[in-house]
């Protein structure tokens, strides 16, 4: 939040030199790493809602074997 507060600052005071340069690309790089981590969650995620999907046939048919057993 600091780069936030910091960037703000230099933009409201319109002083924009090499530091708040700085503040942008480090800005970016915490932005680029916090996308790539949600990506890599939501990629988690979707494989295991498809592994739940792909298991929710395989239980049927195994109640069917039970009950046609019973």
Sequence with gaps: MQLVEKLAEAIENGNRDQQSDALISDL???FEKCQ???NSISGS????AMGSDEQIPKLHRKAREVETVN
């Design 28 to 30: 970016n790089s915490h």
């Design 36 to 38: 790539q981590l949600l």
């Design 45 to 48: 995620l979707s494989t295991k």
